[in-house]
């Protein structure tokens, strides 16, 4: 199972999966009239079709105007209104008398249990925000979060939300320096820690890692410690003054805090992700846009109704986090579950008996959890009854028709509609999707564009084709609103192509006869590592630090699981050795530039690169050698032996 073969694959798919009638019944969208006919309107008039959305959320003051489009690309949507995403999480549900309801049911690896209701979590959120206030933070300031998959982790955004703070999580896979660098370039001033986190039955202690990385960060004046709890005690060093323990604040502080009215243009969180140089940009998302953005889509895409459970299996530390576990999914009022651990701890059948156990109904996960699902084997699932799911979802990666026919037939017992939502932390929420009750799926395919999503496949001549570059031709309200502290960037990245016209994500992409958009990964020098992207220059900086490196360049490869994998490729300076212990030493940068997540699956030594004569290095055949394929055109090559000597190398396993 290859990417490669994944798109061959892809492109002679040509099943098709309807809803059965009973969902498409009693679903919010039933059928493909109804899509098509709602689309259309969105299409012919977005101001009206989002306003109409907009209203049913709450608003402090309405908005003057829908869209205002006269600076091109940095649109801005409901200006004038003021409003408050935790608001709209929260106290509307509790003043509606929807506090009793269960908001998150939340269990931790080693099996310890809380339960949240609406009412609850109104409550921690308003000490934890006047926890933050007491400790200096105003509406605009920066705020990192870098904890495991807790309450807190939730509690802490919208927190921040509520008073205005800009929150920037850093999943908890990310380094020391990673912190450094998210935390310098917005110049936070609290950060948000645990004293550790379960993962696979051990203890990840995360304070540890944010004092590494915040140690010369002159910006930072506290880190906020909230304690995992648990029967093992965590080492946990406290630096006087600088570091709090949030228990000893939250005791006193009061359970009532205001929600601040804030503007519609109001920063609500940046998210650092990858691009295509070795720095990772932080994207901006605003408030009221995303605010309407991410309840929308999660009703209509997850067919959201009072009585579910859902469950998203992603970490609030990626954007799927953000948008559907956090705002998107307590906009709707729903019950979630919420898992801090690993899919196979303390065995295979971890994420089966929590569904079981807690009867979820929506569940949503990526295809590279399905793909080792699958190597994992039947056994572990159909031991557990999953007859409570009734809509399953991917995202994050294209999956391959094989492990969509896995998931449907083995998890979904062929009952279940799949959605594959195809976007972006760019994009804020879902831009390509089935909507569960009306489009018959095709295995590997995210379908059609969500309402008011205006998508086409162009060519560099920006004429509709059916092979191209996937293209977003008109804003819609959960757009990113630019770079942190980079404008420059956020046009020259995603406003360069046809004339700045349209929206350009960077995915291929192809239209089949019925009009279904199919994605076929990126177009730039992003790869996608189980669902995680990772700029290959981000590597190849991190290994020229080194003083034996001379030179570096990063390609990404199919992965059995992973969906995609990086092979790097070290040329050494003269008089070093190519040797295991510098193998070692540069995963070891990684790990601490990056993070372990980012590791090569191997790294290959030679003396030069392959380059044309004019210096450039031909990637196209480092790619081919690390896919094991044919070389391709090496004509152009100034010197055709090094690219010979490294495939040799390639195919020996060195
Ligand atoms: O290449 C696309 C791929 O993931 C990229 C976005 O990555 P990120 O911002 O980390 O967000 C991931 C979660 C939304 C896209 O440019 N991608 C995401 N979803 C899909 C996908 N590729 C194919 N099919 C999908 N459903």
């Known amino acids: 199972m290859s990417t490669t073969n994944t798109y061959e694959s892809i492109s002679n798919e040509n099943r098709k999966f309807p809803p059965t009638a009973s969902f498409a019944e009693s679903a919010h969208i039933g059928s493909m009239e109804s899509y098509y006919k709602q689309y259309h309107k969105s299409i012919q008039d977005p101001q009206n079709f989002w306003a109409g959305v907009a209203r049913d959320l709450h608003w402090f003051k309405p908005w003057d105007s829908v869209l205002d489009d006269s600076s091109k690309p940095f649109y801005r949507w409901f200006d004038g209104s003021r409003t408050n995403l935790s608001y709209n999480c929260l106290d509307r549900h509790v003043t509606e008398g929807r506090g009793d309801k269960t908001a998150i049911l939340w269990e931790g690896e080693p099996g310890d249990k809380r339960v949240l209701t609406y009412a609850d979590l109104l409550d921690e959120v308003s000490r934890f925000a006047n926890v933050l206030k007491r400790l200096g933070v105003h509406k ?67 304070k540890k890692i944010v004092d590494a990385g915040v140690q010369d960060c002159a910006c930072v004046h506290h880190v906020l410690v909230v304690e995992r709890g648990g029967d093992e005690a965590i080492d946990c060093p406290m630096q006087n003054e600088r570091d709090v323990y949030y228990n000893d604040l939250s005791a006193d502080v009061d359970a009532i805090c205001q929600a601040e009215e804030m503007e519609a243009e109001d920063l609500l969180f940046l998210l650092y992700t990858s691009g295509t140089t070795g720095k990772p940009k932080g994207i901006m998302h605003t408030t009221a846009g995303y605010q309407v953005f991410s309840y929308i889509t999660a009703k209509y895409t997850f067919d959201l109704q009072s009585d579910d459970v859902y469950w998203c299996t992603a970490d609030v530390g990626w954007i799927t986090g953000h948008t559907y576990i956090v705002y998107g999914i307590l906009q709707n009022c729903i019950t979630q579950v919420m898992y801090e651990g690993a899919p196979n701890y303390p065995d295979e059948g971890r994420f089966w008996e929590i569904i079981e156990n807690y009867k979820v109904s929506i569940f949503y996960t990526a295809p590279t959890a399905i793909r080792a699902f699958m190597k994992w084997g039947d056994d572990w699932v159909t031991k557990n009854d999953l007859s409570s799911l009734r809509l399953l979802g991917t995202v994050g990666e294209p999956i391959n028709p094989e492990a969509w026919m896995w998931y449907h037939s083995v998890i979904g017992a062929e009952r279940c509609p799949i959605v594959d939502t195809w976007w972006q932390t760019e994009t804020g929420g879902h831009m390509l999707t089935p909507l569960p009750g009306a489009t018959p799926t095709k295995p590997g395919c995210a379908t059609l564009p969500f309402f008011g999503i205006d998508a086409d496949v162009l060519n560099d001549n920006c004429e509709s084709v059916n092979a191209g570059i996937l293209a977003i031709k008109k804003p819609w309200p959960g757009m990113m609103r630019g770079i942190y502290g980079d404008a420059q960037r956020y046009e020259s990245a995603y406003w360069c192509k046809w004339g700045g016209r349209y929206y350009f994500p960077g995915d291929g992409a192809r239209v089949d ?81 990056i993070g372990k997540f980012a590791r090569p699956e191997r790294i290959l030594f030679s003396s030069d690169l392959p380059k044309t004569r004019s210096g450039k290095i031909m990637r196209r055949l480092l790619r081919d050698i690390a896919e094991g394929r044919e070389l391709g055109n090496t004509s152009t090559l100034a010197d055709p032996s090094i690219v010979e000597n490294l495939q040799l190398q390639f195919q020996q396993g060195k």
């Open 513 to 593: 006869e019925d009009g279904y958009i199919w994605i076929l990964g990126r177009v730039d020098d992003v790869v996608n590592v189980s669902g995680h992207r990772i700029g290959t220059a981000e590597l190849e900086s991190v290994f020229v630090e080194h003083s034996a490196v001379a030179e570096s360049a990063v390609v990404g490869v199919p992965h059995e699981i992973k969906g995609q994998g990086l092979i790097a490729f070290v040329t050494v300076i003269e008089g070093h050795d190519c040797s295991e212990d510098l193998r070692n030493q540069l995963v070891a940068m990684v790990d601490k530039s």
């Open 140 to 206: 605009g300031d920066r705020v990192a979060i870098y904890l495991p998959m807790i309450p807190e982790l939730a509690v802490a955004l919208l927190a921040c939300a509520r008073i205005g703070a800009v929150h920037s999580v850093i999943f908890a896979g990310f380094s020391s320096d990673s912190i450094r660098d998210r935390v310098l370039d917005s110049q936070t001033s609290l950060v948000i820690t645990a004293d550790g986190g379960y993962r696979r039955g051990k203890i990840l202690e995360l």
